[in-house]
């Protein structure tokens, strides 16, 4: 906030280090909008945040209609993360001010803080027929389009944002991100520099450039950049971290342990660096230091349930299955809103062959995290496997709206509809999107070659079936379903061949009864 205010006393509070009782009645005394908000940015920067509070609110009392506080209070409670209040003040300046952009803006950005694309990509539209010239707009609605997937939007969007404003950094850095995220890791490099070129200690844009440096195999280059992000903030635990990693690929295990040992220094309860450290001993099969650095940590950060989750995959590794199990539930007991930790759990029950806990558990996850992939994903292939098909559909369903790119559900859900001899041609659909998205797994192949042969084009079929064989030469249900296109397409001896070797690799599979009976035709 930077609001300019003429009354002296105001200079007086502005260059104290702390807030006075005389400083305050000052401001109480006079009962001016703008002092209110000045002492709430100071209390703010002081991390006085009930202060804070009480000055805004303080400043909207002084006149009810006045939406400058307003903006304040309500840019105050989203920083806060406090969107249910955010939202009434918000709604109660559009209320005062129906027309009100700034409204329009603060009401979009809340609901982008709570997921809700589609409402926040409307009003930054609205917003931009109005500011087509605002960069933060375009900014914003990139972050909605993002968050809906739909990255072409975004990339637009950001290019528009970077057109009105090209020395500011956060347009480049997503659109950075998105690069990485696409493994366009040369177009993600010179979004960093275009950063670096007006902020040349942007440590993000640092961060950006060795990430994208070390997934093009490029040491090197990777180390020159996280070397001068450890320059530029020497007490950032970030640039340790990063350097550590580079030091492992370049097989400097010492000096990689002494760079992780300092970003643990610098941030106790910082988990990856741990995490890489633990690593390195489970490599070497020496759990006992594995365990004893872990355990050093939980003294120094007792209540920080990472720690726990990862003593138990230690003890798990010990093949100490109680000491493994009691911990990952005491991980939980320390915080059971992270629903990482119940999907830890929920995978160690199925490495125990336990799985209606397994499912106990991933239930519980989702329950924290509605949209928690792994969890649909991981409860889609229990029922799927268990053939209550109509409780496996359900969450592969979810996960696609989630991700709906997300090969894996999609395959799956695909099978379905072809066993299951229902949404044929949405199956085909959703297989031919898996196949291009993972053009090399046998398994897409194999489902996309069932769903043809579901649809009587055997011939197209078996394009797809042969190329899964090739690949995984050992599955019998690949070999049933290339036996029954080469029957349905005329090719008996070859049908013959594929159906015979998929009963001498397993007599019981799902399809080993039509593979007999089908043999028993073509002899």
Request: hydrophobic fraction near 40%; charge should be positive; aromatic fraction near 10%.
């Amino acid at each position: 906030m930077d609001f300019c205010v003429s009354y002296n006393f105001l200079r007086f509070f502005l260059t104290l280090s702390g807030c006075s009782p005389e400083a305050k009645k000052a401001v109480e005394g006079d009962k001016k909008l703008e002092a209110y908000l000045h002492l709430a940015n100071l209390y703010i920067m002081k991390k006085d945040i009930p202060q804070a509070e009480e000055m805004l609110h303080a400043a909207v009392r002084v006149d009810e209609k006045n939406l400058k506080a307003r903006y304040s209070l309500a840019e105050f409670y989203i920083n806060e993360k406090k969107y249910d209040e955010g939202m009434q003040i918000t709604e109660n300046i559009i209320k005062i001010n129906p027309k009100s952009q700034e409204g329009l803006l603060l009401k979009g950005r809340i609901y982008l803080s709570r997921n809700q694309f589609n409402e926040a990509q409307n009003l930054f539209q609205v917003y931009l027929k109005d500011n087509p010239k605002f960069p933060m707009g375009y900014y914003l609605l990139a972050m909605a389009h993002f968050g809906n997937r739909g990255v072409q939007q975004a990339k637009a969007a950001l290019a528009e944002a970077i057109k009105l404003s090209p020395k500011w950094q956060e347009p480049r850095l997503l659109l950075a991100d998105i690069y990485m995220r696409e493994d366009a890791y040369d177009q993600a490099v010179e979004e960093a520099k275009a950063v670096l070129k007006d902020s040349p200690k942007s440590i993000q844009a640092y961060i950006v450039m060795g990430n994208a440096h070390l997934a093009k195999k490029n040491i090197s280059s990777a180390a020159k950049s996280f070397d001068e992000l450890i320059k530029i903030e020497p007490n950032n635990p970030v640039g340790y971290m990063k350097m550590g990693k580079v030091l492992l690929l370049q097989k400097k295990e010492k000096d990689a342990l002494a760079k992780f040992e300092k970003a643990l220094l610098l941030q106790p309860d910082y988990i990856e660096p741990l995490q890489y450290i633990v690593a390195v001993y489970m490599n070497k099969k020496d759990l006992r230091k594995a365990f004893e650095r872990v355990a050093d940590q939980m003294k120094i950060s007792p209540q920080n349930p990472n720690l726990y989750n990862m003593l138990a995959g230690i003890y798990e590794a010990y093949k100490d299955v109680a000491n493994a199990e009691n911990y990952f539930k005491r991980s939980i007991e320390l915080n059971p809103n992270l629903p990482g930790l119940h999907i830890s759990l929920a995978n160690f029950y199925m490495r125990q062959k336990r799985v209606d806990n397994a499912k106990k558990s991933y239930l519980m996850a989702i329950e924290k995290a509605p949209d928690s992939l792994p969890a649909h994903m991981a409860l889609g292939m229990i029922y799927e496997s268990e053939r209550n098909y109509d409780q496996a559909k359900e969450h592969y369903l979810k996960a696609l709206k989630v991700n709906p790119n997300f090969p894996p559900a999609a395959n799956n859900l695909a099978y379905i509809y072809a066993e299951k001899g229902e949404n044929i041609d949405e199956a085909l659909n959703l297989a031919q999107k898996a196949k291009e998205q993972v053009p090399d797994d046998p398994h897409v192949s194999d489902t996309l070659g069932w769903i043809y042969y579901k649809k009587n084009v055997p011939n197209r079929a078996i394009v797809y079936l042969k190329e899964a064989n090739e690949k995984v030469p050992d599955q019998p249900m690949i070999k049933y379903h290339l036996g029954m296109a080469y029957y349905k397409n005329g090719n008996l001896d070859l049908a013959k061949k594929e159906l015979d070797q998929a009963l001498k690799l397993d007599s019981n599979s799902e399809g080993a009864e039509e593979a007999r009976a089908t043999l028993k035709l073509i002899k």
